[in-house]
């Protein structure tokens, strides 16, 4: 086997470990708002366990990436595949802690009276996930207007936690036994909005893996140019 040929197939088990990782923190999000919505501890201790695989995989891959980094002297474009792979990594496992704080305080949450409020959390929910799969999806193959999608629906979450925030404290300011509950669901929206925002790195590392154009530090309107 030519050391070419033994890069290419180590570039592919890169993608293949890095979508290994993102299924585990895709899966711990859809099980921490599950544990919310039916108010199920066993699943919310589910989330809890997947976190230590997540956390496991981190450190594998980030070896791995050193390694390829270390041994190999890649191409621009391959270069650029290996440092995005070291930043979703990253992202993939900070997804992994904010589904652990959801599925934390849906356990608490589980143990009170239901609250009759931010009923856009599913909704906001919903709309997370899928630019998280999305971001992933665009990134398999190489979907730069799937990519570019992602970032625009990052609006739309912002609004919605901003939304859910408001009508919250306005709850707690009329009714002071709520307060508990509401905080822990600001929370949740909270890390359902920091979820988005790890989708939307995702989704412009694929924008930079395809055309070398770095849009991090831009304003979201103009990420869409």
Do not use: W
Request: proline share 2%.
């Amino acid at each position: 086997m030519t050391a070419t040929r033994h890069f290419d197939e180590e570039l592919n088990q890169l993608k293949d470990k890095l979508l290994t990782m993102a299924s585990y923190a895709e899966k711990s999000v859809r099980t921490a708002v599950d544990a919310l919505i039916h108010r199920d501890d066993n699943l919310a201790n589910q989330v809890e366990e997947t976190d230590s695989i997540i956390d496991r995989l981190e450190m594998e891959n980030d070896d791995f990436c050193i390694h390829l980094l270390a041994l190999q002297s890649p191409m621009a474009s391959d270069l650029r595949l290996i440092t995005m792979g070291i930043k979703i990594v990253n992202d993939l496992e900070r997804v992994g802690d904010e589904a652990t704080t959801i599925a934390r305080r849906a356990r608490e949450l589980n143990h009170e009276p239901p609250l009759d409020a931010a009923k856009s959390i599913p909704e906001m929910a919903n709309i997370t996930i899928k630019m998280l799969n999305d971001s992933l999806s665009a990134f398999v193959s190489r979907d730069i207007s799937l990519a570019r999608a992602v970032i625009k629906k990052d609006l739309e979450v912002d609004a919605l936690n901003k939304s859910i925030h408001k009508e919250l404290l306005e709850l707690m300011l009329n009714d002071k036994n709520c307060i508990t509950r509401c905080l822990n669901l600001m929370v949740i929206s909270k890390s359902l909005e920091r979820i988005a925002d790890h989708a939307t790195n995702l989704a412009e590392e694929v924008v930079y893996l395809l055309e070398g154009k770095d849009i991090r530090h831009s304003e979201k309107f103009n990420k869409l140019n």
